[in-house]
């Protein structure tokens, strides 16, 4: 028999006969090894114990103690044993797809009654019954006809039509996790019994059409998350909770901010509450651009076809677009518009204007631009994912030669201003030069050379992801974590060569001839909504106190404290924090539990001895004592907490 030779992770060697599987190599090295093993990565590929090896490759052996591996083949076990005790306890249901997803799974079914969580428990119960049988895990190559044929006499539309539907002509895998069966590519572990139990959960049910078709079948998926250990299940579900108790839908109905209603899905209405903190960070952001040399301007959100058109926009990007159509009387034609998309196009016409010198370079143009783009019902989500939004968006119109200066001011300027909100490390990826471009070699040297040395100018670490950038130039991308470990990707700074010359867009050089500028696009929140939905979520509502539209309530005690609490109030509204009186008839115990729910920072309570001593009972949000301070001294401090950051 021919031979083959395995080259393990230290580097060494041996030889085997060609065919040999994984299970038999761990069986060779040792018989604990044997008993650990899960799966195999073979030349880079993850692969099954039981599928044999034809060719000289590098193989390493997962136990689960390879996290990676371990929870891929956990979730994907655990999808075809859901599948199992679905089909066990209602056998009349039809099964379809179930792949893995992060930190689990969904199957999808086709059943005339919809799923209960009563039900989720029963398939939990019936799920861990099969676990502890430990049946075998095997694997056979079949032929097409034989498995649509197989599928057709089990009365399983779906997976016929998935067969159908798979590309070429080569043999299917098969795989058997005791005596049920189901199409998959695999790996898989050996038998039931290697998942663990108690570390997996039914998370949910939810509608999905068949292959995402509207027109299909609407199918019942039922998700499930796993894990290695007990622990992780654990944690992973103290995590969600944690998360369910940041929502900042939840914390902007309790706090009063915004809404969302069907008449304007996707687009938000702001109430004073929330307004009061919008304008706040947008205040904010106008005076640190200010000071970073930024000239702000305004374009129209409405905007001819034309331009649309010429900027290539029309053609990639038209079925995320509101097109409108009038009739233009004095021209006697309709006329084609849309609601801008981007503030991109816009910002080059007001380049154009006017004969521009290298002198004038860099030239930053910023604009808090109301944009408007088309996303899927289905996928809006609060202020995170909306159709009408606002971007902090800026673009610097310079010379090749400038592009690492404005790039290594920029992440100065996003590294203080994620800073003042409260993210104090953030990541940066690198995007390069994908296959289809635009601009010569030597023009996206210079410009991943540029933005490579900015980073490093300012850190060492940064991702490269090869490919990626845009056609028409490199990017960054900038990507927070929050207070409890998600990742959001805000920031962008993107160089383009593209638009410019598509936009007829140059300056005079100082050989007296016609350049193209290089267009930087950039913003550092992305766009006020969803970042100040993250803000939310990081401080679960409990903002910055320069942040908070409340900054201070002035309840009274008893009625008779009503003139002193609004003269509290005149105090510090005088010394610029937002301070508001609660005069209700209403025990004070009462007032401090909804103000504290309405993530008020600072409550003072005005009785007859504060009125005595000119005096406040200052109670800070999450903390039980209060204490009593001169209202003077108060006064002071709070309006040095009121003061933004870039102000102090």
């Known amino acids: 028999m021919a031979q083959i030779s395995l080259t393990f992770p230290d580097g060494n060697a041996r030889s085997y006969d060609a065919g040999i599987t994984p299970a038999a190599i761990a069986a060779d090295i040792s018989t604990s090894l044997a008993k650990k093993a899960i799966s195999a990565t073979v030349d880079g590929q993850h692969w099954d114990l039981q599928w044999p090896i034809e060719r000289d490759a590098e193989i390493s052996i997962h136990t689960m103690k390879d996290e990676v591996q371990a929870n891929e083949l956990i979730r994907h076990d655990l999808a075809h044993v859901m599948a199992r005790a679905v089909q066990e306890i209602w056998p009349d249901v039809k099964v379809t797809i179930g792949p893995v997803i992060e930190n689990g ?79 998959c590519r695999g790996p898989h572990l050996q038998h039931t019994g290697q998942l663990p139990a108690d570390a997996f959960k039914l998370m949910s049910v939810a509608g999905a059409y068949w292959r995402g078709d509207s027109k299909r079948p609407m199918l019942q998926r039922i998700y499930g998350v796993a894990f290695t250990g007990k622990e992780k299940l654990k944690a992973y579900l103290t995590f969600l909770e944690e998360a369910e108790k940041r929502d900042h839908r939840r914390l902007g109905r309790e706090m009063q901010l915004f809404h969302f209603q069907e008449e304007a899905p996707g687009m938000v209405f702001w109430h004073p509450n929330g307004w009061t ?112 939004f606002t971007q902090d968006d800026a673009h610097i119109f310079c010379t090749e030669d400038q592009i690492e200066e404005e790039t290594s001011k920029f992440i100065d300027l996003l590294s203080d201003i994620y800073r003042d909100a409260g993210f104090s490390s953030f990541d940066i990826k690198l995007s390069t030069r994908p296959e289809v471009r635009v601009g010569s070699d030597e023009v996206w040297d210079k410009a991943e050379e540029a933005l490579e040395k900015a980073i490093l100018s300012v850190r060492n670490d940064y991702e490269v992801d090869p490919g990626e950038g845009a056609f028409y130039g490199p990017k960054l991308d900038f990507k927070l974590t929050d207070a409890i470990g998600r990742e959001w990707q805000c920031g962008t700074f993107q160089a383009d060569f593209n638009l410019p010359d598509r936009l007829d867009a140059s300056y005079i050089g100082a050989d007296g001839e016609k350049h193209r500028p290089v267009m930087l696009h950039r913003a550092i929140l992305g766009s006020f909504e969803r970042f100040l939905g993250i803000m939310l979520e990081n401080y679960s509502g409990k903002l910055p106190f320069w942040l908070a539209p409340h900054q201070v309530v002035v309840a009274s005690i008893v009625t008779e404290a009503n003139d002193y609490a609004q003269k ?45 001593n000119d005096t406040v009972s200052v109670r800070r949000l999450g903390q039980k004592q209060t204490s009593v301070e001169p209202l003077d001294t108060v006064t002071i401090e709070l309006a040095r907490e009121a003061t933004p950051p870039d102000l102090l």
């Open 105 to 183: 799974w969904y199957y999808d079914f086709d059943r005339a009654e919809p799923f209960t969580p009563e039900d989720l428990g029963l398939i939990e119960k019936k799920m861990k019954e099969i676990i502890n049988l430990r049946d075998e895990v095997r694997t056979e190559i079949w032929e097409r006809a034989r498995a649509i044929k197989h599928y057709e006499d089990a009365g399983e539309p779906f997976k016929v039509e998935l067969i159908e539907a798979i590309p070429g002509d080569e043999p299917l895998r098969m795989y058997w996790h005791g005596h049920w069966q189901d199409l």
């Open 277 to 388: 903190i919008y304008r706040a960070l947008e205040d904010y952001m106008r005076r640190k651009l200010t000071k970073a040399g930024y000239q702000e301007i305004k374009t129209p959100q409405v905007v001819d076809r034309k331009l649309w058109e010429a900027s290539g926009h029309w053609d990639k990007y038209r079925e995320n677009m509101y097109i409108t159509e009038i009739d233009e009387e004095h021209a006697n034609e309709k006329r084609t518009n849309a609601l801008k998309p981007m503030n991109c196009p816009c910002h080059v016409q007001i380049f154009n204007q006017g004969l521009k010198s290298y002198r004038d370079l860099p030239l930053r143009l910023a604009e808090f631009g109301s944009c408007h783009r088309y996303e899927a019902h289905g996928a809006l989500h609060g202020l995170m994912r909306v159709r009408g």
């Open 568 to 612: 509290v109030v005149d105090t510090l509204t005088a010394a610029g924090i937002r301070a508001e009186a609660d005069l209700r008839n209403e025990k004070i115990n009462y007032k401090v539990r909804e103000h504290s729910v309405g993530k008020v920072p600072v409550i003072l309570a005005c009785g007859m001895k504060e009125i005595e």
